[in-house]
């Protein structure tokens, strides 16, 4: 056994991880076989096997955890420790709310704060229009408008960024890359000098990664956006995500209440009042349908 060094895990290829330790090190592990699945994000304690290489000997508990479908109906880790989402969308490709709804639903359940980030906003003229549609959403999250083409509003999001641990998540196009590359300078190189070392290059934009901010904090880019999906979310973790339901839901008439038609939902009747947005309730309806099938 040698010495235990702390580290944080900051990219995956297949059945090894990149470990960098405090000093900035960054060393080769595969994980002992008994271990949960190490993710990007997370933070571990390894030893070290050889000159470059090591051995990951303990996941520490995440603070937090997005999955993705396996094989065989499993789930495995695919980014831990996140704090933050900043979910991207745009006027184009137009937005689709159900979808947001998707990731805010997901975010919510895994405990990680969501902030919106209307992007491209160089391509609108008249923000008010917009406003009316997006209103529900720009009452219930942190909500804030930027150009990665001008510039405009990348000070606000840097300083929002500092200190955590976050993730871009939205449609493809929507601008996520242009955003990323203004937030890690490097970025090419430090994945350059990964790929060489895995001699997996042709991968490396298949592979889950953590960048370091210039100012501080971290940026976790997973390809896909599988981590989103419903996979783990049942009726009840659905309609506690929509968080403005919550305040409704234990007045519903029947514990089991679907908030659908069933009788005396207050979930209902506070859209019915106007309480709750009625597209959002929609949506709910909508992605209700969406969830796996229990059999
Ligand atoms: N006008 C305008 N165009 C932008 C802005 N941000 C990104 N774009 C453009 O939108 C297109 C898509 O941007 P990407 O950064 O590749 O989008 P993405 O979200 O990474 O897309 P995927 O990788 O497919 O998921 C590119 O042509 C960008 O130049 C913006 O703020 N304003
Ligand atoms: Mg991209
Ligand atoms: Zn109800």
Redesign the pocket.
């Known amino acids: 056994m040698g010495k235990v060094h702390s580290g944080r895990v900051i990219a995956h290829f297949g059945k090894s991880w990149a470990v960098e330790d405090e000093t900035g090190r960054i060393c080769l592990c595969h994980a002992l076989r008994r271990l949960d699945q190490p993710c990007v994000g997370d933070r571990v304690h390894w030893e070290q096997t050889d000159g470059e290489h090591g051995r990951i000997v303990q996941v520490l508990p995440r603070k937090t955890l997005l999955v993705r479908p396996a094989r065989g109906g499993k789930l495995r880790p695919t980014a831990a420790n996140v704090e933050q989402v900043f979910i ?1 969308i745009a006027p184009q490709p137009q937005y689709d709310l159900l979808l947001v709804d998707q990731y805010l639903v997901v975010c919510e359940n895994r405990g990680i704060a969501p902030v919106i980030l209307f ?5 609108i003229d008249n923000r008010k229009v917009m406003e009316i549609e997006l209103k529900p959403y720009l009452e219930l999250y942190p909500f804030h408008y930027l ?3 001008t510039g405009e509003g990348m000070k606000t999001l840097k300083s929002l960024m500092r200190g955590k641990t976050s993730m871009l998540a ?1 449609q ?8 990323l590359h203004w937030l890690v300078p490097d970025k090419d190189i430090r994945v350059g000098e990964l790929s060489r070392g895995t001699q997996r290059g042709r991968h490396t934009t298949t592979t889950a990664m953590l960048f370091h901010l210039p100012e501080g904090g971290d940026l976790i880019d997973t390809p896909g956006v599988a981590v989103f999906g419903l996979a783990d979310i049942d009726e009840r973790r659905l309609a506690w995500g929509y968080k403005e339901f919550r305040p409704h839901i234990p007045r519903c008439r029947f514990n089991d209440c679907r908030h659908v038609n069933d009788q005396g939902c207050a979930v209902r009747e506070a859209v019915q009042q106007g309480k709750i947005d009625k597209g959002r309730y929609l949506r709910y309806l909508k992605l209700r349908e969406k969830l796996p099938k229990i059999s």
Do not use: R, T
């Open positions: 991207v992007n491209k906003i160089d391509l150009s990665a083409k939205g493809s196009g929507v601008g996520k890359s242009s955003l």
